[in-house]
């Protein structure tokens, strides 16, 4: 890995040793059958048995690809073995021999053979990582992927995805949303960073522009829905398929570890994040030459509500999970992936403006993670509650490492438009695009 290209705000041997602490945790998740899935909160597949594991979930296979592609990119041992064991699960067990597209999830008793944009999202993700990684035949994986992508998700008119479909394509859920957009926003990146078509950034950029400089600078409103003053930048997640917001989605199931109530916090950091890795596809240099000024203004602005709005403001330590639309915490345990998010944005920030408060911020938010969240029998602890001790009101297992091994890695590569094209940067030792 290059040197001095952030200050990571922590020990640098600390954070290389913890990504491949992570990298060897998520090996357990290894599926004999095919994929990946969920595991065990200190290791080892859910549902094991001597054929092999429970289901096999593309979303998880898709970000163990991922994370074993920038594994293998590190040197990490065997992790191309595991990159290759993701691939073939995308390729076969999880692949809709009969309508195309890939099923949700295969294998135990939550088989699901729905098609979801957010999960494709992670075989775009997964591809596109491999390929940058030197897996030449993944190329056809995401070409296919990036067919579907376009045949059955990608709507034109408003510049954004749909939903979800029926298996056979006959159906398309009649609602819109911006975690499985975000993450569209992520895949469609890292397939121009790895195979360079434009169209792919350009439509991140339509898609962020929408939900940022749209959906998110506007607000929601608190007093159109019970009588407080609301605010800009906190970011409505929940839409009817006309791209109308719907602010009390899910109100009485606030705790839904995908489509929550409210603002979500560590979606706003993610956003945060993406805009400057956006900023860099589109070429913005030290000037910010190439790119929309609003990017990283609308960045800083994500920042810096998310965090006000969430950072220990409910009388202990750690990021709240969601706030209303008033800022008043809903959900108050701490996820894993919101501060790993919290440092990865801020050190993001950090490497793109030098301004000096967000690295006193990371290193403020990594002596909570390690302090709470590091847990040396497994991953990082996935949940805790209001007291920093582990709960699980959303998560009860482990579902994958993506969140925690991109956080410890980011401090190290230079921003480009995906991780895994950093990542090979900066293991060449050269810049690119």
Not at 243 to 267: C, I, K, L, Q, S
Not at 304 to 316: C, N
């Amino acid at each position: 890995m290059a040197d001095g290209v952030a200050d990571a705000g922590v020990d640098e041997s600390w954070l290389a040793g913890e990504t491949a602490r992570l990298l060897r945790f998520a090996e357990g998740a290894r599926d004999p059958v095919g994929g990946y899935g969920r595991q065990h909160l200190h290791g080892g597949l859910i549902g094991a048995g001597p054929g092999g594991g429970g289901a096999c979930e593309l979303w998880v296979t898709g970000r163990m690809t991922h994370v074993f592609a920038l594994g293998e990119m590190l040197g990490h041992p065997r992790a191309g073995e595991f990159v290759e064991h993701g691939l073939a699960a995308l390729r076969g067990r999880l692949r809709d021999p009969v309508h195309g597209g890939w099923f949700a999830a295969v294998g135990g008793p939550n088989s699901d053979d729905r098609k979801p944009f957010y999960q494709h999202c992670f075989v775009l993700l997964g591809a596109a990582s491999a390929l940058v990684a030197g897996h030449h035949e993944a190329r056809g994986l995401l070409d296919d992927a990036l067919d579907v992508v376009e045949r059955w998700f990608w709507d034109e008119a408003p510049g954004m995805p749909r939903e979800s479909w029926d298996r056979g394509w006959t159906e398309t859920e009649p609602y819109r949303g911006v975690n499985a957009t975000m993450h569209g926003v992520e895949a469609f990146l890292a397939a121009y960073d790895a195979i360079g078509d434009p169209v792919w950034r350009d439509r991140a950029l339509r898609m962020t522009e929408r939900v940022v400089h749209g959906f998110a600078r506007a607000g929601v409103r608190g007093d159109a829905i019970r009588g407080g003053a609301g605010t800009a930048w906190r970011i409505p997640e929940h839409f009817d398929p006309g791209w109308n917001p719907m602010p009390e989605h899910n109100r009485d199931h606030p705790a839904d570890p995908f489509r929550p109530y409210g603002a979500t916090v560590g979606h706003a950091l993610e956003w945060s994040r993406l805009c400057l890795h956006l900023r860099s596809a589109l070429g913005a240099g030290a000037d910010g030459n190439g790119a929309p000024d609003w990017l990283l203004a609308d960045a800083k602005s994500l920042f810096d509500v998310a965090v006000a709005d969430g950072w220990s403001v409910d009388g202990a330590t750690g990021f709240v999970y969601t706030v209303d639309w008033d800022g008043h915490p809903v959900v108050h345990e701490r996820m894993s992936w919101v501060a790993a998010e919290a440092v990865a944005a801020a050190t993001v920030l950090h490497q793109v403006t030098r301004d000096v408060r967000y690295l006193e911020q990371q290193r403020a938010w990594w002596q909570w993670i390690q302090e709470h969240l590091v847990d040396e029998r497994g991953a990082w602890h996935p949940e805790l509650g209001r007291d920093n001790r582990p709960s699980s009101t959303v998560w009860t297992d482990q579902p994958e490492v993506y969140h925690a091994v991109q956080a410890t890695l980011l401090p190290r590569i230079p921003v480009r438009a995906s991780v895994a094209r950093a990542v090979a940067d900066s293991a060449a030792g050269s810049p690119s695009r």
